[in-house]
């Protein structure tokens, strides 16, 4: 890979916030590179070594992969805060963290309901609509609800599968 690996630190002129992330009761500090990073690193390097084409990570690409791995972090982070804070706990722990992790991965806790509830209605309202569209004289307002109930529940799995990263 033609970049560099990035290095971050937190100063008191860049940082916002009340401590250094990387060494927990301290000031601000720098933040110690990390090994995880390394090992991810490593494995494009090599997944891209396996093949002729693609070679190398373009500048750009390697920007929004970065941009994206901070995003990453961030949400995961915020998501751990969100447990510790309903847990009540004084720090975020590890599990905290790890919780933040499924939360973002699987696109949230509300979307897993969307995708539920808009089965439900897509279901029952295709069911309803064949049911009446079989009788001997189906309803006009029955075949329309019915529709419109599928359409809802179609739109509603559609959105919340769509919207998952």
């Not at 891209?48 to 995003?71: C, G, I, N, V, Y």
């Not at 949230?108 to 309803?128: D, M, Y």
């Not at 004289?137 to 419109?148: E, I």
């Amino acid at each position: 890979m033609s970049a560099s690996k990035p290095t971050a630190s937190m100063s008191s002129a860049d940082s916002q916030g009340p401590a250094d992330l990387a060494t927990p009761g301290t000031a601000r500090g720098s933040i110690p590179e990390d090994a995880s990073l390394g090992f991810a690193v490593d494995t494009l390097t090599t997944a891209l070594t396996r093949k002729e084409h693609p070679s190398d990570f373009s500048d750009h690409s390697l920007a929004t992969l970065f941009d994206l791995q901070a995003e990453y972090v961030g949400d995961v982070g915020l998501a751990a805060i969100r447990e510790a804070q309903r847990r009540g706990t004084d720090v975020v722990s590890a599990v905290d963290v790890e919780h933040g992790d499924r939360v973002v991965r699987s696109g949230g806790r509300g979307k897993a309901w969307i995708e539920a509830l808009g089965g439900v209605f897509a279901g029952a309202g295709t069911g309803t609509f064949l049911q009446t569209a079989l009788e001997e004289h189906p309803s006009t307002v029955g075949l329309s609800v019915a529709a419109l109930v599928a359409a809802v529940g179609l739109v509603a799995t559609t959105a919340a599968l769509f919207g998952r990263r």
